[in-house]
């Protein structure tokens, strides 16, 4: 079955830059979606279709795709980012979420 | 704006069927242009995509799934509800419902989008 791979964890320092990355074999061709989750609540949209950030979203949270990774990024990251994020594609009909990445700010 | 809320029972015993529902609430499911979906996540686990239903009661499954799942709609009550048997406590996990955006030709989805709206999640628990 498809996979989306992503680290298990990153961490940054308040006020750096962070990036997560997401890779899967087919994700050239895919469109990628970016969630992140904190504690005890759903999963909210952060980035949508490569690159696109919902309306809500702080413009220091970007997507970005090359070849089959695509990589979350945080700028001037803050501890409200500390969440789980996760990458999801669409193949065929089937919804593939990553793994995961939990981010921790230092 | 369009709300969703799941209910259903939060214990199941091994081998039965769990049922769940997802009111849809600021919003009709009977007007098109979106999937209903069902996602699971296991404790301490990562999200699991278990299936939609979308045009008037069809539906697409996960794979590893699809043998136990049935996805329905009620467009009377503006809802649609999730049943999955023969459960072990391998499916217990938080369920949630989330809707995708889709673009239907002549019947078929041509572009699926995200999730972009969820529920906030029922606890569900599979033990004896």
């Known amino acids: 079955s498809y996979e989306l791979t992503q680290p298990p964890s990153v961490s940054v320092s308040p006020g750096q830059t962070v990036s997560i990355s997401c890779s899967g074999d087919r994700l050239e061709d895919q469109f990628v979606y970016w969630y992140q989750q904190k504690p005890g609540q759903s999963p909210l949209l952060v980035i949508r279709?490569?690159?696109e950030r919902p309306s809500g979203i702080p413009e220091r949270i970007s997507g970005s795709k090359s070849g089959n990774t695509a990589t979350l990024t945080i700028s001037g990251t803050q501890a409200m980012d500390e969440a789980d994020y996760y990458c999801q594609a669409w193949d065929r009909s089937t919804a593939v979420f990553g793994g995961g990445t939990k981010l921790i700010v230092l | 704006q369009v709300q969703l809320q799941e209910s259903g029972s939060g214990l199941v015993r091994p081998s039965q069927t769990l049922s769940l529902t997802c009111a849809v609430s600021g919003g009709s499911i009977s007007g098109g242009g979106f999937s209903w979906n069902w996602i699971r996540q296991s404790p301490g686990k990562g999200l699991e995509w278990i299936g939609y239903?979308?045009?008037?009661?069809?539906?697409h499954y996960n794979p590893s799934l699809k043998s136990r799942v049935t996805i329905s709609e009620d467009r009377a009550k503006n809802q649609f509800s999730l049943k999955l048997n023969s459960v072990t406590a391998a499916d217990t996990a938080v369920y949630y419902c989330?809707?995708?955006?889709?673009?239907?030709?002549?019947?078929?989805?041509?572009?699926?989008?995200?999730?972009?709206?969820w529920g906030r999640g029922t606890m569900v628990t599979v033990s004896s």
């Open positions: 239903v979308y045009d008037s009661g069809r539906t």
């Open positions: 279709q490569n690159n």
């Open positions: 989330a809707r995708v955006s889709i673009t239907l030709v002549w019947g078929v989805i041509t572009h699926r989008d995200a999730f972009d709206i």
